[in-house]
């Protein structure tokens, strides 16, 4: 597993960078998906958003809650050597003091599934 065990504050409203993970050479193979994981919250219960990104462009579902508490989620993402898998944040409305809060951003997946990126079904061989 590859972690990004930082938590990070975020007040704007659009998405910005709150933390990478480079991927080096620890991706020996590509087309292959790993699973990223992370937990965000609201700090006052507006809602908040995060995505997952690769190189600055996003490539994973958005994910939205209105939640004090911590939520753990995940995403699967195409692997390649080299690349920086990245947690992008934002909150809906901003308020003084009041932010969208990431933690423990983490590589889960160890590249061996290859997947289709359009589709996201397991490639079969032939």
């Not at 939205?64 to 809906?92: F, H, N, Q």
Request: charged share 25%; aromatic share 10%.
């Amino acid at each position: 597993m590859i972690e990004n065990t930082d938590e990070v504050g975020i007040i704007a409203d659009y998405y910005v960078e709150a933390m990478s993970i480079i991927l080096a050479d620890v991706v020996k193979e590509e087309g292959r998906a790993i699973q990223v994981r992370w937990e965000y919250r609201s700090t006052d219960g507006v809602a908040v958003f995060t995505q997952i990104y690769r190189d600055g462009v996003p490539v994973g579902i958005e994910r939205t809650t209105e939640s004090t508490d911590w939520l753990a989620t995940w995403d699967y993402v195409m692997c390649y050597p080299g690349s920086s898998i990245e947690l992008w944040a934002k909150r809906l409305s901003l308020a003084p003091g009041q932010y969208v809060r990431v933690k423990h951003l983490r590589i889960t997946g160890d590249c061996t599934q290859p997947v289709n990126e359009i589709s996201g079904t397991t490639k079969t061989e032939g």
